[in-house]
């Protein structure tokens, strides 16, 4: 089970294992909680009160202190799982239902003719249409596109990173992806 850690005012920061939430909880870091405890840790023996040390972890937990400078990126990292995962496994431009492997990153504006690799410029396409179309742009092919690229927000990324994300999560991720947002389809 991963836990979701966010900074004190609720921004999303990182994934992290119940051990290192655990280490949170113990050094007095987690500021709040939400959601219900998911997963009870139970330690040592105290020798004075005879009682047994127990943390209880929360889905998310939001973390006192500095943020580091990766949760206040603008644009998440692009990879393919995730690209795939944003555009619902769907060719842009037939539209086929793909397995990953059958997948492949297609840039709308080839990289040899100045097209950046982002997330505005890369969409999901099957190999037999990356093929096609090849080095060209999409209107030189005669291809057009079935949706339109966009840059996924902070909580669309952490749920874009492929991770089993338990119900509390996702609905405090899903609160904050816009309305437009594939994710929600």
């Known amino acids: 089970m991963d836990v979701l850690q966010l900074d004190v005012s609720g921004r999303p920061q ?18 709040w909680t939400l959601g219900r405890a998911c997963q009870v840790l139970r330690g040592g023996i105290q020798r004075a009160t005879g009682r047994q040390s127990i943390i209880e972890l929360h889905p998310i937990v939001a973390v006192r202190g500095t943020v580091p400078a990766r949760a206040w990126r603008q644009s998440p990292a692009l990879t393919n799982a995730k690209l795939f995962a944003r555009d619902r496994h769907l060719c842009a431009y037939c ?16 990289v040899s003719r100045g097209g950046q690799d ?13 093929g096609r179309k090849g080095n060209r742009m999409p209107e ?14 902070l909580h669309e990324d952490m749920i874009l990173r492929g991770r089993r994300i338990l119900a509390d999560q ?11 947002s594939r994710l929600h389809g």
């Open 140 to 153: 030189e092919a005669r291809m057009s596109l079935l949706y339109l690229p966009y840059v996924p927000s």
């Open 170 to 180: 996702m609905e405090y991720l899903l609160a904050s992806v816009p309305r437009s």
């Open 14 to 31: 990182a994934w992290i294992s119940a051990k290192e939430a655990a280490v949170l909880y113990a050094s007095d870091e987690v500021a």
């Open 95 to 110: 539209g086929s239902l793909c397995a990953d492997d059958e997948l492949t990153r297609e840039h709308i504006a080839p």
């Open 118 to 130: 982002s997330w505005m410029n890369c969409i999901t396409a099957c190999r037999a249409c990356n």
